[in-house]
């Protein structure tokens, strides 16, 4: 991993279209700027994490017979 | 193909209806392969059954079922991964969470959901961006409310799914196309 210093207010440029700040710095948080074309997504990491989550529980918790989740949704 | 699944038993699939899900399931990268199944039991949930494990089978639902503003935003290397030309060539679901404790507690995901192209069933699994957008949206009510609409109406065919209810594999190309698919 690449690992740069940076003071309050500079930034790192990826490729051409991607600037990052360092917007606010206060105790242990950082804020951090992100300027990119509309078609770069980003999301903090911990969205996958909870993806991740939804979809394990979604394969092992759900009903194994069908009748359960018909009688109670229509009963 | 005949494909083995926990559910269902022996389902039979013709290899031009396999989904392709290259990139897996989140979390479950090595599930490439799916068929969505109709388990036929009025409740409009259907099964994307994995080919190669018959355990793995997340439940599915049509967003539009239960959430009418609902919008996916597709970037131009999204749309390339699933070789997707037009956004009225796809379809969209949200996983959901059904705990088998507490049925009444299900939930879908709003924030990642399946893109099927329509074409040539490939697929994949968004993140999309939007902040409201949860990964446990509560929709036991609103699923229930719309049965008892669409079962009081005998107008099934009707009621905004396309799929045709038949217990077993669903024919891809049959659905009828998401239209809440819009470029970022």
Redesign the interface.
């Known amino acids: 991993m690449l690992v740069l210093t940076r003071k309050l207010g500079e930034s790192i440029a990826i490729d051409d279209h991607i600037k990052i700040v360092v917007v606010q710095i206060k105790g242990k948080q950082v804020r951090i700027g992100i300027k990119a074309p509309?078609?770069?997504?980003?999301?903090r990491e911990e969205?996958?994490a909870?993806?991740?989550?939804?979809?394990?529980?979604?394969?092992h918790?759900?009903?194994?017979e069908?009748?359960?989740?018909?009688k109670?949704?229509?009963g | 193909m005949v494909v083995q699944t926990g559910r269902f038993g022996e389902v039979t699939i013709d290899e031009s209806e396999i989904i392709h899900l290259s990139a897996g399931i989140l979390g479950f990268c090595d599930e490439t392969e799916f068929c969505l199944i109709d388990p036929n039991d009025d409740t409009l949930i259907l099964w994307l059954q994995s080919l190669k494990n018959p355990k793995f089978a997340l439940p599915v639902l049509e967003p539009k079922i239960f959430k009418k503003d609902y919008l996916v935003r597709l970037s131009l290397s999204e749309m390339r991964e699933m070789d997707l030309v037009k956004l009225s060539e796809a379809v969209v679901f949200c996983v959901l969470t059904i705990p088998v404790s507490d049925i009444t507690q299900m939930s879908a995901n709003l924030k990642a959901p399946v893109v099927i192209n329509l074409k040539n069933q490939k697929s994949k699994q968004v993140i999309l961006q939007e902040n409201d957008y949860v990964v446990r949206y509560p929709i036991f009510k609103d699923l229930r409310a719309h049965l008892l609409t669409i079962g009081s109406n005998h107008n099934r065919l009707n009621d905004g799914v396309g799929a045709v209810s038949k217990k077993g594999p669903i024919k891809i190309s049959t659905l009828r196309p998401a239209e809440m698919l819009r470029t970022l």
């Open positions: 509309k078609e770069t997504k980003i999301h969205v996958y909870a993806i991740h989550d939804q979809n394990k529980q979604a394969v918790e759900a009903p194994t069908m009748g359960d989740l018909s109670a949704l229509k």
